[in-house]
């Protein structure tokens, strides 16, 4: 059983930055699909950001040239650079382990998820 901690989130103003990091034990880390969501006040969990074991990544329309997703294999970590933020990206973000790609060739999540992170953007 993988166990995920988040951190970095926080209050910024708008056109601020925040780096999120997701920090995961129990499994290889290496071998795992790795994505970050996020779930806003009265909305569902969305999508941001993955990164599969082989590198590749992609990332929601809403956050495309704005957000960044890494991960530093010998760290166990994950990353989330959030660069431009604005109000609409106010939510809790959380990590996600172990997800695929599935045969309609979208993401589906893993298994494991973290506590999640409040990111609250605001002047």
Same mark, same amino acid.
């Given at each position: /059983?993988?166990?995920? &901690?988040?951190? =970095?989130?926080?209050?910024?103003? #708008?056109?601020?930055?925040?780096?999120?990091?997701?920090?995961?034990?129990?499994?290889i880390?290496?071998? $795992?699909?790795?994505?970050? $969501?996020?779930?806003? #006040? @009265?909305?569902?969990?969305?999508?941001?950001?993955?990164?599969?074991? @082989? @590198?590749?990544?992609? $990332?929601?329309?809403? &956050?495309?040239?704005r957000?960044?997703i890494?991960?530093?294999?010998?760290?166990?970590?994950? *990353?989330?650079?959030?660069?431009?933020?604005? #109000?609409?990206?106010?939510? &809790?973000?959380?990590?996600?382990?172990? =997800? $695929?790609?599935?045969?309609s060739?979208? *993401?589906?999540?893993?298994?494991?998820?973290?506590?999640?992170? /409040? &990111?609250?953007?605001?002047?």
């Open positions: /059983q993988a166990q995920l &901690v988040e951190s =970095g989130g926080g209050l910024v103003q #708008p056109g601020g930055s925040l780096k999120l990091s997701c920090v995961v034990s129990g499994r880390f290496s071998t $795992y699909g790795m994505a970050w $969501y996020r779930q806003a #006040p @009265g909305k569902q969990r969305e999508l941001v950001s993955y990164i599969l074991s @082989g @590198g590749t990544t992609d $990332y929601a329309d809403s &956050v495309k040239g957000f960044a890494s991960r530093d294999n010998a760290k166990n970590t994950l *990353y989330l650079q959030m660069n431009s933020l604005k #109000p609409e990206d106010t939510a &809790v973000y959380y990590c996600n382990a172990d =997800g $695929y790609i599935n045969r060739g979208t *993401y589906s999540y893993g298994d494991h998820w973290g506590q999640g992170t /409040q &990111v609250t953007v605001s002047s």
